[in-house]
């Protein structure tokens, strides 16, 4: 079985540019997840969708930073400009249903110069 | 608000060693509480879980018993391996919402 697909695995990109991150969560799962992870601040909740709606993103951390899910099997990250700050592991993962229970992707390394 | 609190790492151990990751939490109501592992390069992996006090999870070895009295769920085990080198991540989902608050993670190292 598939697992949670993320794509790219490795951006670098240079300041003020634009940065789609992309997410295929796990068919049949009604919840989806970005996460970010940095040494500094360790796994943070960006927002989560349930049923393709936004439920909380009270912590994604400015206006730069969008996220959609158009469909149950597809969503985006979006950093617009992005700055340094920004590098971090972008982790998007999926859950079936009931707390807790989160597949995550491998992961997508950003670094922006 | 909610919160894990982990101890610090690293953690070095020889092979066959006894583990013990002290993890506490603050939350209102009942949560579930959960043991992520994250081997390097990988996305977190659940290792293992407990959704009442008193419950004990466990998985490939571990073991964690959710102690409501004491807010921990401590992650245990007997006799540790090399491959259980990995980032170990406490984390606690409250009744109602879905998204998981995460400790700041443990690094294990095993000695061979």
């Known amino acids: 079985d598939a697992g949670v697909i993320q794509s790219p695995r490795h951006e670098v990109t240079e300041m003020g540019q634009e940065v789609t991150l992309r997410c295929k969560p796990i068919s049949g799962h009604n919840s989806l997840f970005w996460y970010r992870q940095t040494m500094m601040r360790g796994l943070e909740l960006l927002i989560y969708?349930?049923?393709?709606?936004?439920?909380?993103d009270s912590g994604m951390p400015e206006d730069r930073f969008s996220a959609k899910m158009p469909n149950a099997s597809f969503s985006t990250l979006k950093i617009q400009p992005s700055e340094p700050r920004d590098s971090a592991v972008y982790f998007c993962a999926s859950s079936p249903r009931g707390p807790g229970e989160l597949f995550f992707g491998e992961g997508s390394r950003l670094t922006v110069l | 608000g909610n919160s894990v609190t982990q101890m610090e790492g690293p953690v070095t151990l020889s092979e066959e060693a006894f583990l013990t990751i002290n993890c506490t939490y603050t939350a209102t109501g009942y949560p579930s509480l959960f043991w992520y592992v994250q081997y390097p390069g990988e996305g977190l992996q659940l290792l293992l879980k407990a959704t009442k006090a008193d419950d004990k999870g466990s998985n490939k070895g571990f073991e964690a018993t959710y102690r409501k009295e004491t807010t921990s769920f401590h992650l245990e085990k007997g006799s540790v391996q090399v491959s259980d080198s990995a980032v170990y991540f406490c984390a606690l989902s409250d009744t109602g919402r879905r998204a998981l608050t995460f400790g700041s993670g443990t690094r294990l190292q095993v000695q061979p």
């Open positions: 969708f349930n049923n393709n709606v936004p439920i909380d």
